[in-house]
């Protein structure tokens, strides 16, 4: 594949460029800062932007190999792009970000960093927050070591923030598109067309005929549950074939997958601003929608074609994403 085309060709070091990765049938995958990429593309999708959903390097107090902001810095940093972040969305369109917890280095207490810089985000964007979510995985591996494993003191940390924002207090909603199945007792109360109506000991008078129709299914409640544990998947085979080394810390696809469907209609734009393997790329072209992703690291966005591979059908190692 030939070299990734740049976007911006001024020879002074002082001038942002960002350049096309490669393209798929719905969306295009941009390498570059995200500081970058609003400067040189931002005015092209300014009011375009149905959703904005992303997962930003998790608030730490010490740095890894991947690169991390620190403490107030991180807060100051995310903060800051708020406001052009927000520039990009539709009227009703949302912006979704979830952020992991902090520890305090070396001793067993939590940050309250990840807290701090929701809630900088949404007021230096002039966010409205809609509704905050939780996002468990089960299958997390126990952290933080010293203080679940070896000392046994705390319980593993097992959960991230998931805060859904908006420019306006009514942006487009597709609740219908995310019902889960109704349990077994719902099924038979549709069914049987009996239930326990009346007064409860909170005084709510409960009436029976809301509980007989029947809506295709539950609304789900603001905890969601995902585990992480697709090893096996296309994009593992992908880069294993070419011995490229997997994202530290990829974002879960059926959470993307469920806020896509939430959150936007077929052809939708969706962007990913901190995009890793892109995972939330694959999920908008799996759903039917448009979408782009920015990423900084070259290895990381190799990887990511991996992502695509269950769409090429048969052969899919060679038919991946390809370049401009």
Known sequence: MTAATPLANDERDDVPTVAEAYKTKLGTMYEGKIEEFLEVMGPKYKGRVQ????????PLKRKKKYGNKEGQEYVDWLAGLAPRLAELLTDDGSLVIEVGNAWDPGHPTMSLLPLKS??????????????QFICNNPARLPSPIQ????????????????????????????QRSVLREYSDSMK???????????ARPSEHVIGAESFFTDNGGAIPPSVLEFSNTNSGGPYRRYLKARGLKAHPAPMQGPLA??????????GDLVLDPFGGSNTTGAAAEQLGRKWIAVEPMHDYIEGSKG????????????????QP
């Open 147 to 174: 203080w679940v494993n070896v000392e046994r003191i705390r319980v593993k940390d097992s959960y991230t923030h998931v805060w859904w924002m908006s420019k306006v207090e009514k942006p487009k909603v597709r």
């Open 51 to 58: 959703l904005i959903f992303f997962s930003p390097p998790f």
């Open 118 to 131: 929701l809630i900088e985000f949404s007021e230096r964007g002039e966010l409205k927050v809609c509704q």
């Open 307 to 322: 992502r695509f591979a269950q769409f090429a059908g048969e052969g899919a190692a060679e038919k991946l994403p390809e």
């Open 188 to 198: 038979k109360l549709l069914r049987t067309k009996k239930y326990n109506a009346g």
């Open 257 to 266: 997958e469920w806020f896509i469907k939430f959150l936007t209609d077929d």
